[in-house]
């Protein structure tokens, strides 16, 4: 998974870097980003995430803005999205993400979701 780069978009400090540390020690590329507008800005410069982990209520731009914004460009809809959430969103609102993890997550459970969507990414490049 060494080259499969993962986006975390996060506004809480100490689940970023919890999700980073977890992440990194798994050998996965890792950037984060505090909210969805950080992200997108990170996206548009020319940073190609291969999965993107989100929240979803966050300052700034929330994760179904998020959301909506990658899957509207061609170059970036086929980027698997997580969505980490204690929300409970309605599900015509996050149709096109891969999961939805809810808080408290199973760290395990993530990182084979994680591992799905590197594979599902490397599968359709």
């Given at each position: 998974?060494k ?7 996060h ?113 359709n490049?």
């Amino acid at each position: 998974m060494k080259n499969c780069k993962v986006l975390v978009v996060h506004d809480d400090s100490d689940v970023r870097e919890i999700l980073v540390d977890l992440l990194s020690a798994e050998s996965f590329p890792v950037e984060s980003e505090p909210n969805g507008l950080a992200a997108m800005r990170r996206v548009q410069a020319g940073y190609q995430p291969d999965v993107v982990i989100t929240d979803l209520m966050m300052p700034e731009m929330d994760g179904y803005q998020l959301v909506r914004e990658l899957k509207r460009h061609a170059a970036w809809a086929s980027i698997p999205l997580l969505v980490l959430t204690s929300a409970t969103p309605p599900p015509q609102s996050l149709e096109h993400v891969e999961a939805i993890l809810q808080a408290p997550v199973d760290l395990e459970e993530l990182l084979g979701q994680v591992k799905a969507a590197c594979r599902k990414k490397a599968a359709n490049a």
